[in-house]
């Protein structure tokens, strides 16, 4: 697995053995940038993301490398994203790691403009973890939510959201729900 565009590009991130971790895949990645570039233009510069569920960290670090303010990267288990975090030394002023159960976020000071979420497939987590968005206040005002489900995963949106989008990449249905 590597970074796919930005200033990184081609860098290569380290990703375990089997199948614990389960990485968006690169086509998937490229595609859901192309999206945000035509929906946001060249504003990454101003924005703060989330990774929820982060895994790898992969989706985060490639928004650092493509020019995101910064990052924060969830998971229950930080040992992999910590690992590519680190090779990203010039960039760790923009990158925060929390360790939690998303869950139950913890409550943050700062709220952010992009959310990100791969939560296991088919287990009731994406709805669970948008209302915890909500709750805990983690989404700016029209922050704009992605979340990667299985693809005949039909899954309850709030009604804080809006669904402006929806894509399917092989096995996988990407959402992007925005904050109303």
């Not at 510069?45 to 989706?59: N, S, V, Y």
């Not at 760790?92 to 952010?112: G, T």
């Not at 959201?161 to 109303?180: E, H, M, N, P, T």
Request: aromatic share 8%; net charge positive; hydrophobic share 45%.
């Amino acid at each position: 697995m590597r970074i796919i565009g930005g200033k990184y590009r081609g860098k290569k991130l380290w990703t375990p053995e089997g199948k614990s971790v389960r990485p968006t895949a690169e086509r998937a990645r490229e595609a859901i940038f192309n999206l945000l570039y035509s929906h946001l233009g060249d504003a990454f510069a101003d924005l703060d993301m989330a990774d929820i569920f982060a895994g790898t960290g992969a989706f985060a670090l490639e928004a650092l490398s493509r020019g995101f303010k910064s990052v924060t990267l969830v998971d229950i288990n930080t040992k992999t994203l910590e690992r590519n975090a680190k090779m990203f030394t010039s960039e760790q002023e923009k990158i925060s790691i929390i360790k939690a159960n998303a869950e139950n976020l913890p409550c943050l000071r700062k709220q952010f403009d992009l959310i990100f979420m791969d939560a296991p497939y088919a287990r009731g987590l994406t709805s669970k973890v948008l209302g915890q968005l909500l709750v805990k206040n983690w989404l700016k005002d029209n922050a704009l939510c992605i979340a990667e489900v299985r693809n005949n995963e039909e899954i309850e949106i709030p009604d804080d959201f809006d669904l402006v989008d929806s894509r399917i990449y092989g096995l996988a249905k990407v959402l992007f729900l925005q904050k109303k």
